[in-house]
């Protein structure tokens, strides 16, 4: 789910993409192995080495074997991959488990990159703390989910208006996860949260089974917190939530809440540019530009010249208005540049560019390869998220409400995007929504954060979680964007004094960074 993670832009993904390359070669040999007597906990042992030859101190990379199916552990491991970055001197606090959201992205890239710099973890976090990136099952190192990238490449609408588009949307998603159950293989079958969830148990168990679990997850990284808390709610010391997703609603909800909310700052975007210099179409009533653009890719696709069809920048050669309505979200989670993310400054480029005829910053990317990160998010997404609908008609009443609440962005969303391209789906959704388990009362206290803007995950996501988790404590930024730890205001001062010290913000909380 794009909106789910806070690495949409093009700031970070260089850096990530140059570190992976000096990874070992051998971590493109793991996979799913059957093992005869299923898991023991000999196989739970971490296997640590070197990243490349030329790490940077701290660094390591360590490979451990879990149960495929913990229902059915006779069915064989897979391999995570995950890397450690250790202080100068001993962790006097532990570790910390990091995990930047997605579903879909590798946290290992996160914390390689903070070992290079700029710097994402506060300085007195990474001199208490060693930080753990575990790449989830299905992504990163960890047996990235393998699919056809010609069948991910073909252009379907996931708003159809006819039944002959619904037919053409489910044979397509289905189509796209048959070519990703040949290439993967069981593993395709056991990719939701609970299985992550558990999976950081063992890692927690391998790593030091006396120490508790210390959690910082963003987006949905905080359902994979919540997750985890509610399996082994007396296992947590601190846990840190930024960016609040609440996997407890019904679909017309969800849609709801993430839809509006996307609206709400796609408002305040508009209202930002008539107000600042930063901003390309300053005093040219942003909203009727950008309705215009839309109205222009209604007619006919804007091209697209700075996309190619292989490389880094490869991506569509022109662009619809449902393309341009869904891409814009990524390019509004923060209003000012942060170390990973662009800021609202280029969405208004990219609006600007589109109006005379060029949408290359509003293109959507192309798969390139069998492990495109694209295909692990929406396979782990199917099995987490309902997406019931069975005929046109279910689709366009989800699509004319969203379109009635949300008339700039008509329902474009992160949760729209799994409730359509999900259908038709081969493996089973096996962790829908669900209350949380009363069970996570055990845990301590939890330090959720949001924005009052955020684009992606609503604010009214994060109360509901507050509601049903005892004790936990929200703290609000008033402003915008997708998360905050990384803005490193005084919400991450907040983040880092609960994670080294303990100290948690006052009930009811605010800040303004």
Not at 64 to 93: F, H, Q, T
Not at 152 to 166: H, L, W
Request: charged fraction near 15%; glycine fraction near 8%; charge should be negative.
């Amino acid at each position: 789910m794009n909106g789910f993670s806070p690495l949409s832009s093009a700031c970070l993904f260089p850096l990530l993409f140059l570190l992976a390359l000096h990874l070992p070669k051998f971590v493109e040999a793991i996979a799913v192995l059957p093992r005869a007597g299923g898991h023991s906990s000999q196989q739970s042992r971490i296997r640590w080495t070197n990243c490349s030859a030329s790490d940077k101190p701290g660094i390591q990379c360590g490979f451990i074997s879990v149960p495929l199916d913990y229902k059915n552990k006779e069915l064989g491991v897979v391999e995570l991959a995950m890397v450690r970055l250790s202080p100068p001197r001993p962790a006097r606090l532990g570790t910390l488990f990091f995990n930047p959201g997605g579903p879909g992205v590798a946290a290992s890239t996160y914390v390689l990159a903070a070992a290079q710099g700029p710097p994402y973890f506060g300085q007195t976090v990474l001199d208490y703390y060693e930080i753990i990136g575990l790449d989830p099952r299905g992504v990163g190192m960890s047996h990235p989910i393998k699919c056809d990238p010609s069948l991910y490449n073909e252009r379907v609408s996931s708003f159809p208006t006819t039944d002959e588009d619904f037919k053409s949307l489910v044979d397509h998603n289905r189509a796209l996860g048959k070519s990703c159950v040949e290439l993967t293989g069981p593993l395709i079958n056991n990719l939701d949260t609970m299985n992550l969830g558990r999976d950081m148990e063992l890692v927690r168990q391998a790593l030091n089974a006396h120490e508790k679990l210390n959690f910082l997850g963003q987006s949905y990284g905080s359902q994979v917190g919540l997750t985890y808390a509610e399996l082994f709610p007396r296992n947590v010391k601190r846990m840190v939530l930024d960016g609040i997703v609440d996997h407890t609603q019904d679909e017309t909800t969800l849609l709801n809440d993430e839809g509006t909310a996307y609206e709400t700052t796609i408002i305040q975007f508009f209202a930002w540019c008539n107000t600042t210099a930063n901003c390309t179409l300053r005093g040219q009533d942003i909203a009727g530009v950008y309705e215009s653009v839309v109205r222009t890719a209604e007619e006919h696709p804007i091209p697209a010249p700075g996309c190619t069809s292989s490389g880094d920048s490869a991506c569509r050669a022109d662009v619809t208005a449902e393309e341009i309505r869904t891409n814009l979200q990524s390019l509004i989670l923060f209003q000012t540049t942060t170390i990973s993310e662009a800021g609202w400054d280029k969405a208004a480029e990219a609006i600007a560019q589109a109006a005379h005829g060029n949408a290359t910053l509003l293109s959507s990317p192309l798969a390139t390869s069998e492990d495109d990160g694209a295909f692990s998010g929406l396979a782990i997404g199917c099995q987490d998220w309902r997406h019931g609908a069975t005929s046109l008609a279910d689709l366009r009443y989800k699509i004319s409400m969203a379109s009635a609440t949300a008339p700039h962005t008509r329902g474009s969303s992160q949760t729209y995007l799994y409730q359509s391209n999900c259908i038709g789906w081969p493996a089973p959704t096996s962790n829908p929504q669900r209350r949380l388990r009363p069970k996570i009362a055990e845990a301590p206290p939890i330090l959720l954060v949001n924005s009052l803007y955020d684009p992606s995950t609503s604010i009214i996501w994060a109360t509901g979680i507050q509601s049903q988790v005892k004790d936990s404590v929200l703290l609000t930024r008033l402003g915008n964007g997708h998360t905050s730890y990384q803005l490193r205001g005084e919400a991450a001062n907040a983040i880092d004094a609960f994670l080294v010290k303990g100290i948690l913000p006052q009930p009811a909380s605010v800040v303004h960074s």
